[in-house]
């Protein structure tokens, strides 16, 4: 069982690519099947008729998202193909599902939260079944009954995390620890030399938040002063804007880097100096996202789907999980503190109950095309 195709091959070898990456291909994971282990017990409706699952599981996900290890566990244990394609952003996922309405062939997609209740609302996902998704008990309560799912009908949490930034120590020459710092620093000892992140939202959040104000905020006048904080002050300043950090700190040239915690974790396991590096969960406020397990509209094999979120939730799998994508996955198995000792950097995948208060859940209240609007708008002032 060798081929599962990686997006960029084999992990000692490359630069994995974040779950925030940009990808225009897509990534087939034709995990092999071995022999029949069908389920036995209560049957979902739309179990074969001989009693087995399906033997088919086609998963539309952030690239490089899973271990290829776990994915190729469930395809021996159950006997199902798999197929993992993947997108770039959340609305290249909105795109494919909103122009095939139910015929997309995707079992499971993994939204970022923010997104399920458009993705309801436009009947993109469908409800799970809780009752074949037992493992749900091993989800923490602090991920459960959230403002976008309140009642736990359309999604489980797959990965939690946050935005900060990383920086140069032997480059710059003061500690740093807010987005006010980070903001200085790129027109002074970074300049020309900073990455910001290729999202709308988090770039525009670096000003909403040195200003002090609602990171989701709708309030025309306080995205103005955010314009001209990212546009007029980070902007000419600029080298890149990217949705991985490992990449370039590997590759050299940048000092100064907008990125989230767990591709950050993934930029200290690469380079070979991680001693230069240091990562700030900058005050006052970032972005606490999560993204989340959902059955598409239409899904062929729903109940091969239920089967895959119960067994890659549980706890084994859990552990396992957050070492590879360096986000915890939101299973009560992380609340033993003794845990972290498994993990390299384990301050990166388990930010500190000081910093998780602070953090601020993205939510869709307006002014996303002003958003997109200022992102451009800074762009254009880089020269990008």
Not at 47 to 68: M, S
Not at 123 to 149: E, G, R, V, Y
Not at 285 to 301: Q, V
Not at 362 to 374: A, H, K, N, P
Request: charged share 25%; aromatic share 10%; with cysteine.
């Amino acid at each position: 069982m060798d081929n599962v195709i990686r997006a960029i091959g084999d992990r000692a070898f490359s630069q994995r690519i974040s779950r925030r990456s940009v990808l225009g291909a897509m990534m087939a994971a034709g995990v092999g099947v071995l022999t029949a282990c069908g389920r036995t017990g209560e049957m979902a409706a739309n179990v074969a008729p001989d009693g087995q699952l399906e033997d088919k599981l086609n998963i539309y996900t952030w690239g490089d998202y899973d271990d290829p290890e776990v994915l190729r566990a469930f395809s021996d244990r159950y006997d199902v193909v798999l197929q993992v394609d993947s997108y770039g952003s959340n609305e290249e996922l909105m795109a494919k599902l909103g122009a095939s309405r139910g015929t997309s062939g995707y079992d499971i997609v993994c939204p970022t939260d923010l997104e399920i209740p458009q993705l309801v609302e436009n009947n993109l996902i469908q409800k799970l079944d809780m009752s074949l998704i037992p493992n749900f008990d091993t989800i923490d309560a602090a991920f459960k009954s959230q403002q976008h799912d309140p009642n736990d009908e359309y999604s489980i949490i797959k990965a939690w995390g946050t935005t900060g930034f990383v920086y140069d120590v032997q480059a710059i020459s003061e500690e740093l620890t807010s987005w006010e710092d980070f903001i200085r620093v790129a027109q002074d000892q970074a300049s020309g030399a900073t990455l910001l992140l290729e999202d709308p939202w988090e770039v525009v959040s670096i000003g909403l938040a040195a200003k002090g104000y609602d990171l989701n905020s709708s309030d025309e006048g306080e995205l103005e002063e955010a314009r001209e904080i990212v546009v007029e002050q980070i902007a000419p300043h600029v080298r890149a804007y990217a949705s991985t950090v490992s990449t370039p700190m590997i590759q050299g040239g940048f000092k100064l880097l907008q990125a989230f915690n767990g591709d950050a974790r993934q930029g200290f396991l690469e380079v070979s100096d991680p001693e230069r590096w240091k990562y700030v969960f900058p005050t006052p406020t970032a972005n606490l996202w999560t993204d989340t397990w959902c059955l598409a509209t239409g899904a062929p094999h729903p109940d091969a789907a239920h089967e895959f979120i119960n067994y890659i939730i549980a706890p084994e799998q859990a552990t396992v999980e957050a070492d590879y994508i360096g986000y915890s996955t939101g299973s009560k198995v992380f609340n033993d503190p003794d845990i972290e000792e498994q993990y390299d950097y384990p301050d990166l995948i388990f930010p500190d109950a000081e910093i998780v208060d602070r953090l601020t859940p993205s939510m869709r209240l307006g002014g996303e095309q002003t958003r997109v609007d200022i992102f451009t708008a800074a762009q254009v002032r880089s020269g990008s």
